[in-house]
């Protein structure tokens, strides 16, 4: 007897099996379902000539169902995620790793149009300098750090539509909506939305990865594998854009695999989940052919070697509690929900969740809350399928349009009162650079030679036409070639009056800066030049660079 699917909303958010023999009862049942209030669709006549007729009218139906309910209700949350994003995009001025990452972009694209020698970016980055720095900084050439940060909205925005369309395939319309408003509103949403960082094309790599394995798993099998080889070359690509990323790599697969496995048996579980391991071995291992021993470094540096920190457990955790806390809960209900079901691939939801957990976890391990704002996102993109599945779940308890108004009140107010004031207090973390950035156009201009700041990032990429990346030195990291590295180099260079400029703000290397302030009173020929907010600008005395000069000289 044939088969034909039953409504996609009704069999996946009661976790049923999608498919069911086909008779009159049960094309008289879908009649009924399609005529019921509230539902968008077209009713089927029970007296089609054949079965063949009525399937192919129930399969052509149920995309304009599906699409139909999801439109406007989806705008709507992402007209609220992009007013939530878009107040934070000119609150302050770049954030250090916006700087470097933009600045790093420019110096792309002039060494690869002019031949210019740039700083050996592969070997320390977190993500391959090649992929997001110069899609940022042709945004950032067309309208500043403004138009930057608005194309990382506009991939947020991308990464919440995939979220609603992979939980609409794995778990209705219901279930979609109600997982896109949790994520659109995380405290980390908002923030990635206004930052101007390779995470919102990392996320969005990665969410489409997850969204091609499972729209392949509705596939005849020459288009799946089409679509699986895509999932492969995206989930490539996010590891590329962050390094990081490759954490959620099994979880991708594991999502792909377990999504086939609800619409075919083992033997296509098991091809589609080799299908993406064999393109994304392939893309990973040509980039690092391609890209060498720098990038190699990089990955090592930044990811896998990164040396602990001092921060407890307890506390990396609890701060990832409260960034994701409501759609951890309510992934956790959707698991043991998902699991008290008979629905083949329960445990997926638990899959989901598990993505969550998995980046506070592996941040624990190295005692750091470094980025763990940003970090928790990408689980969070995960958990918030599993999310919807049980809100979906409970929303059944009114079948009508009841359900929507209280389902919308813990998401309201977690919004409310609690991440729209962390996403703002995320954004003032790092001082406001305005006034320092003028104060310093000016003085740059009158004292031309080498500088030294702490965070240089933001005064190199504000200042770039002014100075050259060779004349900004780093309080992290100095090397004099008269001296060791380190405080030695510092001192040698300041009593040689080295340095036109000196901007400090007690920030991080604070130890470092109160040496260099000391070497400086002992060393005079300096003198205070601006007190900015937070920083100090220090100039040499014209005279006594004139003396360090002829002194390096001899």
């Known amino acids: ?297 990089g990955v090592m540096a930044s990811t896998v070697d990164r040396p602990a920190a001092d921060t407890s457990v307890r506390l990396v955790l609890q701060h990832a509690y409260i960034w994701t806390s409501l759609v951890l809960v309510l992934a956790l209900l959707g698991a043991v929900l998902a699991a008290l079901t008979k629905m083949r691939a329960r445990l997926l939801p638990l899959l989901l969740t598990a993505a969550a957990v998995a980046v506070p976890a592996a941040q624990a391990n190295l005692h750091t809350t470094v980025s763990l704002q940003k970090h928790v996102v990408f689980g969070a993109w995960f958990a918030a399928i599993a999310a919807g599945y049980a809100l979906a779940r409970l929303s059944r308890v009114d079948p009508g349009r009841g359900w929507a108004p209280v389902m919308a009140l813990p998401i309201a107010a977690s919004t409310l009162f609690g991440s729209v004031g962390q996403a703002g207090a995320l954004f003032q973390v790092w001082p406001n650079s305005a006034a320092v950035i003028q104060a310093l156009r000016a003085a740059v201009a009158s004292h031309p030679g080498s500088y030294l700041a702490e965070d240089y990032d933001v005064e190199a990429y504000y200042l770039r036409s002014e100075a050259a990346w060779q004349r900004w030195n780093s309080t992290y990291y100095f090397r004099h070639p008269d001296a060791a590295p380190g405080i030695a180099s510092y001192r040698a260079a300041i009593s040689s009056h080295v340095f036109a400029l000196v901007i400090l703000d007690f920030g991080d290397t604070q130890a470092t800066d109160r040496h260099i302030v000391a070497d400086m009173a002992l060393a005079g020929g300096y003198h205070v030049l601006a007190r900015v907010g937070h920083f100090t600008i220090w100039a040499t005395d014209t005279s006594a660079r004139r003396s360090g000069a002829s002194r390096a000289r001899s």
């Open 1 to 297: 007897m044939s088969a034909v699917p039953a409504n996609p909303l009704s069999a996946r958010e009661a976790g049923a099996a999608p498919e069911r023999a086909l008779d009159r009862p049960a094309v008289a049942a879908a009649v009924l379902q399609q005529a019921a209030p509230g539902r968008i669709g077209t009713v089927l006549e029970p007296a089609a000539p054949g079965a063949a007729d009525v399937r192919t009218r129930a399969v052509r139906s149920s995309p304009r169902r599906t699409d139909g309910n999801l439109h406007w209700p989806l705008l709507a949350v992402l007209a609220v995620q992009g007013a939530l994003s878009l107040r934070l995009t000119w609150s302050n001025t770049a954030f250090q790793d916006e700087a470097l990452y933009l600045r790093a972009g420019h110096l792309e694209w002039a060494h690869w149009l002019h031949g210019v020698v740039i700083p050996d970016f592969p070997s320390y980055f977190s993500g391959a300098p090649v992929l997001y720095p110069p899609v940022g900084a042709l945004a950032d050439s067309v309208g500043g750090l403004a138009a930057a940060r608005i194309l990382s909205l506009s991939l947020m925005l991308a990464v919440t539509s995939l979220l609603a369309a992979t939980t609409s395939r794995l778990y209705g319309r219901r279930a979609a909506i109600l997982a896109a408003a949790l994520f659109a509103t995380l405290t980390g949403t908002q923030f990635l939305g206004a930052l101007a960082t390779f995470d919102s094309t990392a996320l969005f790599l990665l969410a489409l990865a997850a969204w091609l394995g499972i729209r392949a798993a509705e596939c005849a099998p020459a288009r799946r594998t089409v679509l699986l080889a895509c999932a492969g070359v995206a989930l490539a690509g996010a590891n590329g854009a962050a390094y990081s990323t490759v954490l959620l790599t099994p979880v991708v697969v594991a999502v792909v695999a377990a999504a086939t496995w609800r619409q075919h048996g083992l033997r296509a579980t098991l091809a589609a989940g080799g299908a993406v391991l064999c393109c994304w071995t392939a893309v990973i291992g040509a980039a690092v052919v391609v890209g060498g021993r720098q990038y190699w470094r």
